[in-house]
């Protein structure tokens, strides 16, 4: 998974998530998901594509594994709690 300089550097000055519970619709392999997560309290990447779910979730670093989660859009259920933001980075 490849992150550019500048993609890195726009996301850090746009998006604040700082102690915040994400939820990033259209996470694809988690590449946008893990330029933010260090910062976030809770992460859910949610996609329609399993293949690329099963990407993110090998690619997440075992250090984020308590807060950053993945799941395939259809098995989705209503959150227990609510989110403070909500991302649609790869799904425009």
């Known amino acids: 998974m490849k992150v550019n300089r500048l993609?890195?550097?726009?996301?850090?000055?746009?998006?604040?998530?700082?102690?915040?519970?994400?939820?990033?619709?259209?996470?694809?392999?988690?590449?946008?998901?893990?330029?933010?997560?260090?910062?976030?309290?809770?992460?859910?990447?949610?996609?329609?594509?399993r293949g690329r779910i099963d990407e993110a979730r090998r690619a997440r670093p075992a250090a984020l594994a308590e807060h950053v989660r993945f799941r395939v859009a259809e098995t989705i259920s209503p959150p227990r709690r609510p989110f403070d933001l909500a991302l649609f980075s790869w799904s425009l």
């Not at 993609?7 to 990033?24: A, N, Q, Y």
């Open 7 to 49: 993609e890195l550097e726009t996301v850090r000055e746009l998006v604040e998530v700082s102690g915040k519970r994400v939820v990033e619709m259209g996470c694809g392999d988690g590449r946008f998901t893990y330029l933010y997560a260090d910062d976030s309290a809770y992460v859910l990447g949610i996609d329609p594509q």
